[in-house]
Nanobody
Framework: QVQLVESGGGLVQPGGSLRLSCAASGGIFSINAMGWYRQAPGKARDLVATITSGGNTNYADSVKGRFTISRDNARNTVYLQMNSLKPEDTAVYYC???????????????WGQGTQVTVSS
């Protein structure tokens, strides 16, 4: 069973930085796109950034120029470097991966458990 395990969240002051990591494991044949989404209290889950297996990236307008997504295909890991953090970046951040299962060869959409990012002075 595919599992995504996130790490790196926490409390940071405005203007600070954090780096999130998400490692995928279990029954993986290949991983297509990986990405990060976030959900603030009382709001819908929104896209933050995605990256394809070939390295093509896509960002929400609100994070362009501040956040950088990257991935290590050998480690099945995706990262999100967040700089110049703002209070409005406060949310639970979820890792997402589109994975082809190594046994069934079917493609599934998987989510991590979420990690809290709080930007506050």
């Amino acid at each position: 069973q595919v599992q995504l395990v996130e790490s790196g969240g926490g409390l940071v002051q405005p203007g600070g930085s954090l780096r999130l990591s998400c490692a995928a494991s279990g029954g993986i044949f290949s991983i297509n796109a990986m990405g990060w989404y976030r959900q603030a209290p009382g709001k819908a889950r929104d896209l933050v950034a995605t990256i394809t297996s070939g390295g093509n990236t896509n960002y929400a307008d609100s994070v362009k120029g501040r956040f950088t997504i990257s991935r290590d295909n050998a480690r099945n890991t995706v990262y999100l470097q967040m700089n110049s953090l703002k209070p409005e970046d406060t949310a639970v951040y979820y890792c997402n991966a589109i994975v082809r299962n190594s046994i069934s060869l079917m493609i599934g959409n998987y989510w991590g458990q979420g990690t809290q990012v709080t930007v506050s002075s």
